[in-house]
């Protein structure tokens, strides 16, 4: 056959075009990349070394605010009376679980309030938490009852929860839960060895819930989908968000996840 019928092979040539043009793409990408990092730092720094401007009235906004915080904790503690006697019969009576959520308190003026959210690993909005409802976790929402939404989980509740928002405390850090390999590893020695074993932990708040709860983040839960549809400073009893919900809490979690 003649040469001149011989097909030409463009192939290294389209081949070293393109890798030229990878090449080329990554260092523009790297460029990019450093000048971002660059730009960052220059903004940290020039959020260190500049001042905003506030005004008075902020200073004595927020110390009203937690004189009128520490007020309302002392009279709650006075007014309250959880002795023994009323616990017990509050055990038989009430369920030992409760679901407690952070809906309000972006900012905490008071330090009692901020310490016991620290404590519960509430630390921002919408986080959320299983506690047993026991005497001194009694008190301690009465305390912060303003700044939460809580009631008895159901079963369907905890499952939903731990499969969609569940993360694990693993050497101080945040760790999505991929298998139950992890949670033998972390709880196996207590006879937890998979996922069911802590929804079923949890639910009957048996003798390793401290264990369990520790092992778990608190759950980053999202605002409802409709929003608050009613006044979130007023109680649940009067009408309004915050407080005990009992088992309409589970609708409110179904509407945050």
């Known amino acids: 056959m003649s040469d001149k019928y011989a097909v030409p092979n463009k192939l290294p040539g389209k081949t070293i075009s393109v890798l030229r043009h990878r090449k080329r793409r990554i260092q523009q ?5 450093e000048q971002k990092r660059t730009d960052r730092i220059k903004r940290v720094k020039k959020a260190r070394t500049h001042h905003k ?3 008075a009235e902020s200073f004595v906004m927020g110390y ?12 709650t ?8 006697q009323s616990a017990k019969a509050a055990d038989e009576t009430n369920p030992r679980l409760l679901f407690v959520m952070r809906h309000a308190g972006k900012k905490i003026f008071d330090k009692t309030t901020s310490e016991i959210f620290k404590t519960l690993h509430m630390g921002q ?4 938490v299983f506690i047993e409802n026991s005497k001194e976790n009694q008190l301690l929402l009465r305390v912060i009852e303003p700044f939460v939404v809580y009631g008895v989980p159901t079963l369907s509740t905890i ?10 405390r693993i050497e101080g850090k945040k760790t999505a839960i991929q ?5 033998e590893e972390q709880l196996g020695e207590k006879g937890i060895i998979c996922l069911e074993d802590i929804i079923h932990e949890i639910y009957t708040v048996g003798p390793n819930f401290a264990a369990v709860t520790e092992f778990l983040c608190a759950f980053s839960l999202s605002s409802p989908r409709d929003g608050w549809q009613k006044k979130v400073s007023v109680p649940f009893k009067r009408g309004g968000e915050y407080g005990d919900r009992g088992i309409a809490i589970n609708d409110l979690v179904a509407r945050c996840l």
């Not at 990408?29 to 990349?33: A, I």
């Not at 009203?64 to 009279?75: D, G, M, V, Y």
Request: glycine letters at 2%.
């Open 64 to 75: 009203l605010k937690a004189e009128r915080t520490s007020k309302r904790i002392r009279q």
């Open 29 to 33: 990408d790297k460029s990019v990349l």
């Open 159 to 168: 499952r939903e929860l731990l499969f969609k928002k569940g993360f694990a």
């Open 77 to 84: 503690i006075l007014r309250t009376n959880i002795t023994e």
């Open 125 to 128: 909005r919408h986080n959320a």
């Open 53 to 55: 401007f506030k005004r």
């Open 179 to 183: 298998s139950n390999t992890m949670v």
